[in-house]
């Protein structure tokens, strides 16, 4: 009977598969090239199997080896097996407050290619339009590195749902197929698209930077949005829809909000909000206006500024008191402006978040800054393959 079992090609075929992922893990965790020797040693396999298993993934271009490194034994070096630089990589897409950007990210997580491209028109075709000759520019300029970018994420300000921008009020987007439209532009490279909240896709960038296993993403820009990191995970909701902070209401009496609602976050503290209006210097993006201000100290901005850190507060204590998480980094605009916002959300933190008397709440900007959603978004195909390297071996591309 356990013969027969041992021999059932299904059972074979998941054994091989698990191997090979105990294998791609120890070279994706370690800090430095390992030898085929020391990975026999760490997961107990065969050194047949391991070079077996080590010819597979250096054929799909996830593992390369590179020079030689002592493995602690007498005798010559070894070689060293790190992961692929010149194989599979991941593209992101985001909009901006007033731009575009493109990223390539390869299998390390390394940032290969980083464009931006100023853009003021909010209408779907046109923007999905300019982003697909971006990532053109962006998936040749890969090619050129030795890269293959497999997949296209698109980093979106609003709830996503199978490619669907359900509502993206600061775009006046409604159940817009912006992964279909992309996807159009993107048919003469064969490239599978993806669609998702821009804020997710940020918190899911700075996860792979040095950060704590919970913390709390807030995403300034064209909308205010949240990721929730919880053990290293992020928290999307039952429909994947979480996280919508800009439009938790903090004035039940206030200002009208695109949203149809009143009083939202993102009436206070938004990039609109604290511009009201104002007409920017020549060449200058809303950030660096608003950079330009603040340090020239104009009272205007100032006020704005500290109406958007109490607002902001307020909205970040509540969310505070339900989850217990302790870390709170500001992205996207916010990591830009954090020098006159820290305090004022600061100070309503310490005064609503019960547990803050005991359990001080560290509020930082983020690593990434306005990079982190373009970046997570490419960080997102990446990551698909780290987690099943069998996949992408079977896919054959």
Known sequence: ???????????????????????????????????????????????????????????????????????????????????????????????????????????????????????????????????????????????????????????????????????????????????????????????????????????????????????????GGLDIGAGIILDRRLMRGSHGWGGELGHVTVDPDGKPCRCGSRGCLQTYASLAAILDGQTLPDGLTADAALLTWADAGRPETIAALDTAATALGIAIANVLNLLDIDTVLLGGSFALLSSWLITGVETEINQRVLSARWAPITVRPATLGPDAAAIGAAMAVVDRIRRDPTAWLASGR
């Open 1 to 219: 009977m356990n013969a027969a079992r041992s021999n059932d090609p299904a059972r074979q075929e998941r054994l091989r598969a698990l191997n090979l992922e105990l294998v791609f893990r120890h070279v994706l965790a370690a800090d430095a090239p390992v030898s085929r020797t020391e990975l026999a040693a760490a997961t107990g396999l065969t050194r047949p199997t391991i070079t077996r298993i080590v010819e597979e993934l250096i054929a799909g271009r996830l593992v390369t080896e590179t020079g030689a490194t002592p493995d602690g034994r007498a005798g010559r070096p070894r070689m060293g097996l790190t992961l692929s630089r010149s194989g599979p990589a991941g593209l992101g897409l985001d909009i901006r407050t007033d731009g575009l950007a493109a990223c390539v990210v390869d299998l390390s997580g390394t940032v290969r290619y980083l464009a931006y491209a100023p853009c003021d028109d909010t209408e779907a075709p046109a923007v999905l339009e300019r982003l697909g000759r971006m990532a053109t520019e962006a998936a040749e300029a890969a090619a050129a590195e030795g890269l293959t970018v497999v997949t296209a994420t698109l980093a979106v300000p609003g709830p996503t749902d199978d490619g669907i921008v359900r509502t993206a009020p600061s775009l006046d987007w409604r159940d817009v197929d912006a992964g279909a439209l992309l996807a159009e532009h993107l048919r003469h490279l064969d490239l599978p698209t993806n669609v998702d909240n821009e804020a997710n896709l940020a918190a899911r960038g700075e996860l792979h930077r040095a950060t704590p296993d919970h913390f709390l993403y807030i995403s």
